[in-house]
């Protein structure tokens, strides 16, 4: 009896072990396939990002311009580097970001009104559609000298600026987004009975989500150049920003640290694209519209 008790736990846990081998090779292949894929969407921008640093290196070797001038990564990284472990730099971050967002903030609330307002009133949109379209094509440095005549050396010279930058463009893609909503869903929506601002927060705006998206990314781009050129432009009381070491980097012709602040410029905006992109592949899922 004992050893048939013996070669029966054997014998179930020889079942066990058969089970389990399936579902481990499953979770071994589910992190394989992860795997891959971050890799394949990482070698692309690390080949980029080398083939960057060999032209820019290859560019300073050929003598172009004296490295006091245009100094290679070899200088500038290291000085990068320096400047990221400084108090400095962070506070510096943290004053440009603010204005950032609060500028982006206030350029969506301004162009989802208008939006709003232009797709819904046929006279309006022939009034100022054109103008909206004129606005996007102006360079944001134009308004800075009148900015600084109504508001002075502040704060609100800036914020106006970015918001003249951006509205427009968050305007557009949603205009252009209800404009393209599908009329059987505007039907559906009246027979269900939505009416007001049911009807935009409901279906409308939904609906336009996707171009929607699309003008908010171009509306960001507007605002993040229009907020370097203002910090460049409008030093208030010398308060440490990005734009701020720009300008101090430009006049002490330290041009290591000029191009430190650059890549940090580029970087940023960068991880800003990347958060828009992913907003967007997640609203196309959503819509079955992805090739994902």
Do not use: C
């Amino acid at each position: 009896m004992p050893e048939t008790t013996e070669r029966e736990n054997r014998h179930v846990q020889g079942l066990d072990a058969l089970e389990l081998q399936p579902a481990r090779g499953k979770d071994d292949r589910n992190i394989a396939q992860v795997a891959g894929r971050i890799w394949s969407a990482t070698w692309p921008k690390l080949a980029a990002i080398a083939i960057v640093l060999l032209s820019w290196q290859a560019v300073v070797w050929s003598g172009w311009r004296s490295e006091f001038v245009f100094p290679g990564p070899d200088k500038v990284l290291p000085t990068l580097f320096n400047e990221v472990t400084t108090p400095e730099f962070w506070t510096a971050v943290q004053v440009t970001m603010q204005r950032a967002f609060a500028g982006f903030a206030l350029a969506l609330v301004v162009g989802v009104l208008i939006g709003l307002a232009v797709s819904r009133f046929r006279p309006l949109r022939s009034a100022i559609g054109s103008l909206i379209t004129g606005l996007q094509t102006m360079p944001s440095i134009v308004w800075f000298p009148f900015a600084m005549l109504l508001y002075g050396i502040t704060e609100s010279a800036i914020m106006f600026v970015i918001v003249l930058g951006a509205a427009p463009s968050i305007a557009g893609g949603l205009t252009s987004g209800i404009d393209y909503v599908n009329p059987s869903l505007l039907r559906a929506g009246q027979v269900m009975g939505l009416r007001g601002i049911q009807h935009y927060t409901l279906l409308i705006v939904p609906a336009a989500l996707p171009m929607f998206v699309s003008g908010l990314k171009q509306g960001w781009a507007f605002a993040w150049r229009s907020l370097m050129a203002g910090e460049l432009l409008v030093i208030i009381n010398q308060q440490n920003s990005i734009g701020w070491a720009l300008s101090q980097a430009r006049q002490l012709n330290d041009a290591e640290r000029l191009l430190s602040y650059i890549i940090i410029v580029l970087v940023i905006g960068i991880v800003i694209d990347v958060f828009f992109n992913w907003a967007d592949r997640a609203l196309r899922r959503r819509w079955g519209v992805s090739q994902d």
